[in-house]
């Protein structure tokens, strides 16, 4: 039996590369673990601590069999304006941004139809018809001068 105070000490007394080291190896091959395995070893790869850990022979080179990280409770959507990964493909990009811009061209056109965007459209004519007119008087007075 192995004591757990002893081993939580000596796990204390390691620097974060290597704890991150000794995860990915209990980890390793434990498939209830698995999700652990991944996340540790997205951390060493992020972090470049690969180098600190050996790899394992009886370890598949690819990637586990884990399902990638989402949010708790979601699941990935799926079909073909996603990837397997559950990224969304160009496709499906261009059709959400042209989606957002008829929706913001269209509550556009909505707002001057409504009675407070045709006020404001009466307001802007009004002082555009101010303008001009104040630019001719100025015009005016300066050729008379």
Known sequence: MVDSDETLTRLHGLDDAELLA???AVTAGRPALAPIHAAASMLAAG???????PPDPSRPAGPPDVPPP???GTTPPSGVDYTEAGV??????RDRIEERFGTAIGSEELERESRAG??????WQAR????RTRLDEIRRSMNDS
Not at 47 to 53: E, K, N
Not at 88 to 93: C, E, G, K, N, Q
Not at 118 to 123: F, I, K, L, R, S
């Open 128 to 131: 555009e018809k101010a303008a």
């Open 88 to 93: 969304p493909t160009f496709d499906r990009v």
């Open 22 to 24: 000794v995860v990915l």
């Open 118 to 123: 045709q006020d404001v459209d009466e307001q």
């Open 70 to 72: 989402t949010m708790i």
């Open 47 to 53: 972090a470049g601590h690969t180098a600190d850990v």
